[in-house]
């Protein structure tokens, strides 16, 4: 590429700076003006373009026409003092000196913006001589690259021919080999063909043979089956009239024992009739009735909504009355419940509480009613029930909560607290409903019977608020069967009410009461100490 002349604008900047004396209004000192327009030119440059000015110093000291490149930079003679402007020639500047001047500086910017050309241009050769001479150099690389690819490929190919040639010879004589193998086994083929064709007609042969004799001897079995036939028929007819004989004879069997059946049948009948007409007669054919307000005219009546409680009240009789009061409520909450007391000597003081409370909670009326004895818990039962009735003989029995106990001192003050305490819970309702004080409850007891055991009959027992009604007559109205005696034997336990009866060894009877559990105690009028 052809680098741009910029001769002519420097020789035409010189020339005009020494054609007239007007230059010397130019500067007192050209030199270091145009030094320093240079100078300033110069940074300007380099600010503006600080990475065009990087790659040009680079690329300059390896340019091979640096040394024939014009520079454009021109030294100005010093002017001599009589060429130096005085101050009227310098304030009396011409027009066309003006005019001048102004060209002049228009021409050396032209020429700063030239020579930057210049040295842009000549960078641009630089790089794009050196990018050249790389590709170049890679060019020349692939080609040496492709040169040696296509020297390994001629040898591939030249071996893979080598391959192919081998492998089309072993082909070939595989080939060869098949075929003979084929026609060794063809040979063998017919071989077999022969020797199967001559075994089919010789096991045809022996077939027809075959076929020969089991005709011979089908014919012979047909003849053996026609007189084993006829002598089975025969048999056949004789079991016939074996089995007609036993048939009639079966018959006439059967014909008794139904006249045998219909007669038990009949006896069977009357049996069940006699019973049926017994369980009638021992029972109640009539619906039960139920009353509102069964105590009537000096009479109770009791119907099956019946509790009974036993002679003491153990552990779990609480949970027996419960669950019966509960049902009743459940069934039909405005009828009465008879809680029914013959013989009850008393018993465990919580599972007598418990009742107590179950009976005062009760949506329907309990009804205590006293046949024979109700003593200690079970008197407190019937006292503190909201309706109490009672024969006017019947026994009622109050007394103070016994308890045995054993320990140290302190253990028996807590057992008297104890005590103490359940007193006051169980007997001093019994007292307010006296209208008397625990202590002259107490007292009177005391008045009563030497050992505290006060004891009334019913009539009295009324007066002292222990029973609400004396009923003269309690009809049962539960009992809907006639009652069956129990034969007891000798010497044999009897049980009351799932406890034992026992002798001891002096011959004294006794009924052993369970033990209780903790914080609980008997109370349980027992004078002859039969409860143990």
Known sequence: MNQPTLFIPTILFITLLNLSPWTTSFAKDPVSDTSSLTSTNSTSESSSSPEKSTETEQATPSSPHKKDKPTSETTIPPLDEKDKPTSETTTSKSPELQALEAELETFEMELKQLELENKKLTTENLI?????????????????KLLLQNEVLVEQNRQALAQTTAAKEKLQLENE??????????AHLEAIKSRLELENTLAELNRTKQLADLEYQLAELTAKNSLQQEKNRQEELELELKNARLSFKMNEL??????????????????????????????????????????????LIITDRRINLGTVIFPDVAEYVSERIHYFNNKNPEYPIFLVIDRCYGGSIVEGSRILEIMQNSQAPIYVVVKSLAASMCAVLATLSKHSFAYPNAV???????????????ELKE????????????????????????????NQMYAHNSIGDWQEFADQALKLKWIDTVVGDIREHTYRKQPVDKVEEEN???????????????GQTYL?????????????YNPTNYFR
Do not use: C
């Not at 057992?415 to 107490?442: D, N, Y």
């Not at 052993?512 to 349980?524: A, I, Q, R, S, V």
């Open 492 to 506: 044999e336990d009897i049980t009351i009410d799932q406890l034992t009866q026992k002798t001891d060894a002096q």
């Open 396 to 410: 009622i029995v109050h007394h103070q909560v016994f308890s045995l106990s054993m320990g140290t001192t302190r």
């Open 128 to 144: 794009q001589s050196e990018k050249y001479k790389k590709d170049l150099l890679e060019l020349q690389q692939q080609r040496e």
């Open 415 to 442: 057992h008297l607290s104890e005590v103490q305490e359940w007193t006051k819970r169980i007997l001093q309702p019994v007292a307010e409903k006296m209208g008397l004080t625990m202590e002259e409850f107490v």
């Open 254 to 299: 059967e014909m008794e024992k139904t006249q045998k059946l219909l007669e038990t049948e009949v006896l069977e009948r009357k049996i069940m009739k006699r019973d049926l007409e017994e369980i009638w007669d021992a029972q109640v054919n009539q619906p039960m009735v139920y009353s509102k307000d069964p105590y009537n005219n000096n009479q």
């Open 512 to 524: 052993e009461l369970p033990k209780l559990g903790p914080l609980d105690f008997y109370y349980l």
């Open 177 to 186: 080999l098949g075929a003979q193998q084929q026609t060794q086994t063809l």
